[in-house]
T-cell receptor, first 112, second 111 residues
Framework: GENVEQHPSTLSVQEGDSAVIKCTYSDSASNYFPWYKQELGKGPQLIIDIRSNVGEKKDQRIAVTLNKTAKHFSLHITETQPEDSAVYFCAASIEGADGLTFGKGTHLIIQP | ETGVTQSPTHLIKTRGQQVTLRCSSQSGHNTVSWYQQALGQGPQFIFQYYREEENGRGNFPPRFSGLQFPNYSSELNVNALELDDSALYLC??????????FGPGTRLTVT
């Protein structure tokens, strides 16, 4: 089955700086890669996703890149703000089949 | 807010007991998935229901079972509870574009 590795486990950045979280996946058949933000006491919130026919996708301060050959994808957050502090999860799946396989999460801390 | 609701919010059960968790999916979403999230870990896929049939399952034993109803709401049942079943149980409904939207979860504690 699919295996998703995520790093770093904790990332501390100064407010206004950029943050990058990286994930690798093992199953070359995976073609859907969402990213979730989870705040304390809440369920995961979908923030951006990318499909394997696209190399990059942006939504305001958030961007995701995908390298199918290397089987890795990354989340980029620019101009970080205090409200970006949360745990971020990457996930992978074969679209339309079974569930998502998640990484172990990255605790992002924005220092004022 | 995703429009996915779960009940109850918290639950405490004793080892060996049975538990039923409930989920109402977002309007128009006919696929629902259940995940188990242990403390400090990512969610793990339990199973998925599409039009009242199970059509995908993760690495969980048969004592984890589910139902989906004609209105696309769903239940997760766990029999013979074990201490390791203590976790946050998440329900997600899937859009037409394959995006999964999660509810707030049910925190289950097994003592």
């Amino acid at each position: 089955g699919e295996n998703v590795e995520q790093h770093p486990s904790t990332l501390s950045v100064q407010e206004g700086d950029s943050a990058v979280i990286k994930c690798t996946y093992s199953d070359s058949a995976s073609n859907y890669f969402p990213w979730y933000k989870q705040e304390l006491g809440k369920g995961p919130q979908l923030i951006i996703d990318i499909r394997s026919n696209v190399g990059e996708k942006k939504d305001q301060r958030i961007a995701v890149t995908l390298n199918k050959t290397a089987k890795h994808f990354s989340l980029h957050i620019t101009e970080t703000q205090p409200e970006d502090s949360a745990v971020y999860f990457c996930a992978a799946s074969i679209e339309g089949a079974d569930g998502l396989t998640f990484g172990k999460g990255t605790h992002l801390i924005i220092q004022p | 807010e995703t429009g996915v609701t779960q009940s109850p919010t918290h639950l405490i059960k004793t080892r060996g007991q049975q538990v039923t968790l409930r989920c109402s999916s977002q309007s128009g979403h006919n696929t629902v998935s259940w995940y188990q999230q242990a403390l400090g870990q990512g969610p793990q896929f339990i199973f998925q229901y599409y039009r009242e049939e199970e059509n995908g399952r993760g690495n969980f034993p048969p004592r984890f079972s589910g139902l989906q109803f004609p209105n696309y709401s769903s239940e997760l049942n766990v029999n013979a509870l074990e201490l390791d079943d203590s976790a946050l149980y998440l329900c997600a409904s899937t859009s037409l574009f394959s995006e999964q939207y999660f509810g707030p979860g049910t925190r289950l504690t097994v003592t």
